[in-house]
């Protein structure tokens, strides 16, 4: 019996994305080693996550690193370290949350409207008032330059093909909050691969701190996230972090996921993703032939996934009488579940980078069978 059945509860074949309701990715045995060999014995955390965030640096190409609980709480910290940045006084100041000594220290967050997104609630938790430039379609140099006043503490960055509307460059941005001493965090949770997103908005592009999840494509602990940038706002971030008693102590990380996301982000950096993209893209074109054959359907390869991570799908077009939620449902009430998503009128889209051994197979079969019964319907 295995603990789900034991507890009564579903298991499904993810062939979508690594969504946190449906427990994010696998993590590989290297990673589920490490994370069991941590829990043997105890450690000064101050030491470790030092440790372990000038190895990550390393790896990387940055100046430091800091292990978060995940990526919305990274954004939570990065926000409290721009307003404090490094001042213990500060620091404690924040931490009496509401007081006038609170609200004096500047806190406006600002963000460019097409990238408002449901995380951002994190800057709020960490006493960032959000302030939105710009609309859906544009934003202007001026508009970013005109909002930064003294009330200012960071502006935020999200970076992926959902948050293009209206967006202004990353350089551009950097180059004007840099011009009034202002920190630019980026939201880069879900863009790797590539690998060297992992530098390439701070080391390169200039950005002071970039937050990823550590627990979606980087197959890391579920609840583990990575901060990297600038060593200067990475002390900040530790100064009001875990295990500090201090306004972020809330986030706290355990010594398993620390040394889970290191074994992680090492596997990670000396991965062969190029070879791990082609065995993606050839398994995708397989079941597109396939799917194609079914009358009415169209489908095609995407070289990168709906966040524009290089991750390659399959796009499913049915025929235009036949709903493509009705697909997305066969599939899951069906035994094993299985769970795609469509986020676009009559199309699908699966994913085949977390299936496990043998489970394509399965989802082939399950796929075809279900795809054809819809397409027949949808004709009728
Ligand atoms: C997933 C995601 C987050 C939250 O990441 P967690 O690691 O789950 O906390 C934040 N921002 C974006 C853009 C995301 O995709």
Not at 127 to 139: E, F, K, S
Request: negative net charge; hydrophobic residues 45%.
């Amino acid at each position: 019996m295995t603990i789900y059945q034991e507890l009564g509860v579903g298991t499904h074949i993810n062939a979508t994305a690594s969504l946190t309701a449906l427990g994010g990715s696998l993590m590989p045995p290297e990673v589920l080693d490490a994370m069991r060999a941590a829990a043997s014995a105890f450690v000064d955390i101050h030491e470790l996550q030092r440790r372990i965030g000038d190895q990550i640096a390393s790896m990387t190409h940055n100046e430091g690193a800091y292990v978060t609980s995940g990526c919305a709480a990274g954004l939570a910290l990065a926000t409290m370290a721009s307003r404090t940045r490094g001042d213990l006084v500060a620091a404690a100041r924040i931490a009496d949350v509401g007081s006038p000594a609170e609200r004096s220290i500047p806190h406006e967050v600002v963000m460019i409207h097409g990238q408002r997104m449901p995380y951002d609630l994190a800057v709020g938790l960490g006493g960032g008032r959000i302030r939105t430039v710009g609309n859906a379609l544009q934003t202007f140099d001026w508009e970013l330059e005109a909002a930064l006043t003294a009330d200012t503490c960071a502006v935020v960055y999200v970076v992926g093909e959902l948050y293009n509307g209206g967006m202004l460059p990353l350089e551009s941005v950097i180059r004007i909050a840099h011009a009034h001493d202002l920190p630019v965090i980026v939201d880069a949770a879900a863009q790797v691969p590539p690998v060297e997103n992992l530098w390439k908005f701070t080391a390169e592009l200039g950005a002071d701190l970039a937050v990823f999840s550590g627990g979606k494509e980087m197959r890391g602990p579920q609840s583990s996230g990575l901060i990297v940038g600038k060593r200067a706002w990475i002390d900040a971030v530790r100064t009001v972090g875990p295990p500090h008693q201090r306004l972020g102590r809330a986030f706290k990380v355990g010594k398993e996921e620390m040394v889970g996301l290191y074994a992680a982000v090492r596997r990670f950096v000396h991965f062969d993703h190029r070879q791990w993209y082609l065995d993606q893209l050839r398994d995708c074109s397989e079941l597109a032939a396939r799917l194609g054959e079914i009358p009415g359907v169209v489908a095609s390869v995407e070289g990168r996934n709906r966040v524009g991570a290089e991750i390659p799908r399959v796009r499913i077009e049915l025929p235009p009488a036949a709903p493509a939620e009705q697909l997305v449902n066969m599939l899951r009430a069906g035994q094993p579940s299985i769970i795609i998503r469509s986020h676009e009128r009559g199309v699908a889209h699966v994913g085949l980078d977390l299936l496990v051994d043998g489970q394509l197979e399965i989802l082939t079969d399950r796929l075809l069978a279900s795809v054809r019964s819809c397409a027949a319907g949808g004709l009728d």
